[in-house]
């Protein structure tokens, strides 16, 4: 399921942007070339699971409206590519540090957790077998 549709991401940046971002190389086109927005949606959804892939079962029953303007973020940040303004690549730069904060679980977004959620995990630690000890020093008890 992705994250956010065409209709929603027309919605979101209106009809002739989203045009003229999927036929960047025909600037005369009048339609979305669908195949183009399929194939960034598919790219920012996948980088979308990378972050929940390690808290949240996937895929997702459910789209949660903070990930789906995520996606719009991500995919508008994509599908621009040639020419980026400050404010896409700053929401881009946003939706990418709110995705680390839900994969370290920072930010819940009020799906159940799988078991394997990463989490601080048991502390290990070795260390060389002493050199001195009461058993290879003997017993200095008795100083003079």
Excluded: C
Excluded at 3 to 11: G, K, L, N, R, W
């Amino acid at each position: 399921m992705p994250y956010a549709t065409q209709s929603e991401f027309i919605d979101a940046f209106g009809e002739q942007l989203t045009i003229e971002l999927t036929n960047l190389e025909d600037p005369t086109a009048t339609a979305v070339d669908s195949t183009v927005f399929d194939r960034v949606a598919a790219d920012g959804d996948s980088l979308i699971d990378s972050y929940l892939s390690g808290r949240y079962a996937l895929p997702l029953a459910t789209v949660p409206g903070v990930l789906r303007s995520l996606a719009l973020d991500i995919y508008r940040y994509k599908l621009g590519h040639n020419a980026q303004e400050e404010d896409v690549r700053q929401r881009y730069e946003d939706a990418l540090a709110l995705l680390k904060m839900i994969a370290m679980g920072t930010v819940n977004l009020g799906l159940p957790a799988t078991d394997e959620a990463p989490g601080p995990g048991p502390v290990a630690y070795s260390a060389p077998r002493p050199i001195f000890s009461r058993d290879t020093l003997g017993d200095f008890g008795a100083w003079p």
